[in-house]
T-cell receptor, first 113, second 114 residues
Framework: EPEVTQTPSHQVTQMGQEVILRCVPI?????FYWYRQILGQKVEFLVSFYNNEISEKSEIFDDQFSVERPDGSNFTLKIRSTKLEDSAMYFCASLAGPYNEQFFGPGTRLTVL | AQSVTQPDIHITVSEGASLELRCNYS??????LFWYVQSPGQGLQLLLK??????LVQGIKGFEAEFKRSQSSFNLRKPSVHWSDAAEYFC????????????FGRGTSLIVHP
């Protein structure tokens, strides 16, 4: 069964450093998403991406964040200068189209020291 | 704006007992509704979904949920809980717009006693 994959599973970084989280969505899916989940809290939407551009973003997704689909398979989330409060689990999801459900990756746990 | 309320932060049941997790939503039109499960250290796995049609939806792992429009609810049920069901459960509501971004509830943590 096709699945969304994410790398790395765990990333530890120093405050102020840049990190890139990688996702490989399901191959025939058209919509891509990043969510984050701070420990003990609910899953929060960050950004959606369709047709090679951001379609929606939340207030969390400020100028420190960017997304890219550099080739036909990868979907990346970059945090330019990490802060302590960026420590969270980051989930990628993809969607084939309307009237379908999102499929989530296993997540990347980001720890900012 | 759409929103989801899961009023129970924790639910504790004994193995073999029945389970009902509550979910109430707010959405202006016909919603898409989902239940996801998250086991420790894992991603979110879809248990079941409601888009239209029969309001009683069957999912994986023996779960079912019933959409009640009059109560704006989509409660998750299982007749007999297994220890492996211990996990975090998230209800989500999504719209029919092109960007299709569901809103998640805060989650209910299920604890299963032997």
């Amino acid at each position: 069964e096709p699945e969304v994959t994410q790398t790395p599973s765990h990333q530890v970084t120093q405050m102020g450093q840049e990190v890139i989280l990688r996702c490989v969505p399901i191959s025939n899916h058209l919509y891509f998403y990043w969510y984050r989940q701070i420990l003990g809290q609910k899953v929060e939407f960050l950004v959606s991406f369709y047709n090679n551009e951001i379609s929606e973003k939340s207030e969390i997704f400020d100028d420190q964040f960017s997304v890219e689909r550099p080739d036909g398979s990868n979907f990346t989330l970059k945090i330019r200068s990490t802060k302590l409060e960026d420590s969270a689990m980051y989930f990628c999801a993809s969607l084939a189209g309307p009237y379908n459900e999102q499929f989530f990756g296993p997540g990347t746990r980001l720890t900012v020291l | 704006a759409q929103s989801v309320t899961q009023p129970d932060i924790h639910i504790t049941v004994s193995e073999g007992a029945s389970l009902e997790l509550r979910c109430n939503y707010s959405y202006g039109a016909t919603p898409y509704l989902f239940w996801y499960v998250q086991s420790p250290g894992q991603g979110l796995q879809l248990l079941l979904k409601y888009f239209s049609g029969d309001t009683l939806v069957q999912g994986i792992k023996g779960f079912e949920a019933e959409f009640k429009r009059s109560q704006s609810s989509f409660n998750l049920r299982k007749p007999s809980v297994h220890w492996s069901d211990a996990a975090e459960y998230f209800c989500a509501v999504g719209g029919t717009g092109g960007s299709y971004i569901p809103t998640f509830g805060r989650g209910t943590s299920l604890i299963v006693h032997p």
